[in-house]
């Protein structure tokens, strides 16, 4: 009999500390703030942009934050939405973070409201806290190749692209703009940015949208050039074999003057936040917002950033929400601009 009522003892004690833990992780809990392993969603492959901002942010607050481990988790699948779904059926309080992107919200809107794909989340479960990754895309092309030379094609024929898949913040912004220019463009689907560059260079497609960081090393190098900012503003930073080059925008006063209108619609916000889930604490959200605040401050992320040529944009809670929610109203009327 006291063997017996050992053994139940030994067993009350295991079960407590998992019952007091929510299986959530206890982001709620006053506890969960002030310590523990965090691990960050990445719903993009290892080696990306997204992945490299996720374990730079990691890296930067576990140091700033060494109450707190950080550790990456590369969750893919269908563009971003199999890390999202995943994370909005989590317990609210978990200790998780979402790494949450631009593109999967528009996705998931569009899907919503036109039955492009199948969407099995609500993306309002996830409650973006802070801006961590704010990009520019790209127009990169083969050297030699114009945007004169791409809109002809585009309004001859049919531009192949490569940077995401089809209805990608990509597409919708570089598709849009052609669309408004009498052009026509058809996505190429290729996983991962590797591969979707590797596909401009081998002429596989006429044209690669990508970030920064993906093809500065072949505009160094002289194996693509960058032909267009889908911005407001011209780009600088790319260095080519001949020396320092500026894009030319597709709106403002910067724009390409092979453009035959401003472009702004099609400038959609890209890049992401830190998330957490919707119905988190109060004390959860604004000890992420000031642990990403921190983050932004440190050299070791900011002037990492621009070494990447990323945009040191920052905005936090309820502004971060709205700005999002601005960013899916435009994306929405890009769509209907490809004609949806």
Known sequence: MKKILALLLIMALLVAPLAACGGGGGGGSSDATEGGTIRIICPFGVGGTADAIARRFGAVAGELFPEFTFIVDNMTGGDGFLGASYFSELPTDTTDLLLFGYGVAYRHDIGLAYGTEVVDFDRHEIQPVAVIDDRTWIVYANIGTTVEDILELGREGTVRMSGGNPLSDPHLAFGSLLAAEGGDVIVVPYDGGALQRQALINDEVDVFIGTTQAGMEEVEAGIIVPILAISEHAFSGFVTPDGPITVPSVA?????????????????PAGGFIAVRRGASDEWVELWIEVVRAVWADPEFYEWMEEIMLNNFQLYGAEAEAYLEEAATRAMNAFRALGG
């Open 252 to 268: 403002g006063a910067d724009r390409h003057e092979a453009l035959s209108q401003d472009h702004t619609e099609s400038v959609l």
